[in-house]
T-cell receptor
Framework: SQQGEEDPQALSIQEGENATMNCSYK?????LQWYRQNSGRGLVHLIL?????REKHSGRLRVTLDTSKKSSSLLITASRAADTASYFC?????????FGQGTRLTINP | DAGVIQSPRHEVTEMGQEVTLRCKPI?????LFWYRQTMMRGLELLIY????????DSGMPEDRFSAKMPNASFSTLKIQPSEPRDSAVYFC???????????FGDGTRLSIL
């Protein structure tokens, strides 16, 4: 069964707006990762946050992790048309990475 | 740097035929993963290797599926005989070590008629 559950399943916003995606999970983790997948391509790693970290930034990306609530969020600021893609959270246990079903993000020009 | 390389990118074949998917991981990565992606089931881990040794194949759907990693730079996923329900995108990924990000190939889109 899937560990991470993303919310919302789909999100459509105007270019320049911020996009927030959420991920909830059920068991303890070593780290949580976010990936992007463009249509017809493989997943691309965006950011990794360890279980002892609460917030991490990378360019226009901001990720938070709340282990007490077993949840994470990905914020993309000042969205661009090129950010249109599916975004997946993945939880890392001892060895394996388990992916959620993803959020389909559409940026409208 | 070359990423993870998968071949073929697309495969269309008749049910009952043998299908072989190939993967070349990033040099120096000790872990290799095979995933299957469908609309209904999302991204599923099929099997993964560490230092060419299969560690967990619990995601392999049935005996028709087999995977090998004869050396550090090559892996295959074989389906024999293939069935229409095997139609999916199959991804290979590699990583350097536990706790490191995975790097994905662009996948093989498999259609079984």
């Amino acid at each position: 069964s899937q560990q991470g559950e993303e919310d919302p399943q789909a999100l459509s916003i105007q270019e320049g707006e911020n996009a927030t995606m959420n991920c909830s999970y059920k068991t303890s983790i070593n780290n949580l990762q976010w990936y992007r997948q463009n249509s017809g391509r493989g997943l691309v790693h965006l950011i990794l946050i360890r279980s002892n970290e609460r917030e991490k930034h990378s360019g226009r990306l901001r990720v938070t992790l709340d282990t007490s609530k077993k949840s994470s969020s990905l914020l993309i600021t000042a969205s661009r048309a090129a950010d249109t893609a599916s975004y997946f959270c993945a939880t890392q246990g001892a060895q394996k990475l388990v992916f959620g079903q993803g959020t389909r993000l559409t940026i409208n020009p | 740097d070359a990423g993870v390389i998968q071949s073929p990118r697309h495969e269309v074949t008749e049910m009952g035929q043998e299908v072989t998917l190939r993967c070349k991981p990033i040099s120096g990565h000790d872990y290799l993963f095979w995933y299957r992606q469908t609309m209904m089931r999302g991204l599923e881990l099929l099997i993964y290797f560490n230092n060419n040794v299969p560690i967990d194949d619990s995601g392999m759907p049935e005996d028709r599926f087999s995977a090998k990693m004869p050396n550090a730079s090559f892996s295959t996923l074989k389906i024999q005989p293939s069935e229409p329900r095997d139609s999916a995108v199959y991804f290979c990924a590699s990583r350097w070590d536990v706790g490191q990000p995975q790097h994905f190939g662009d996948g093989t889109r498999l259609s079984i008629l």
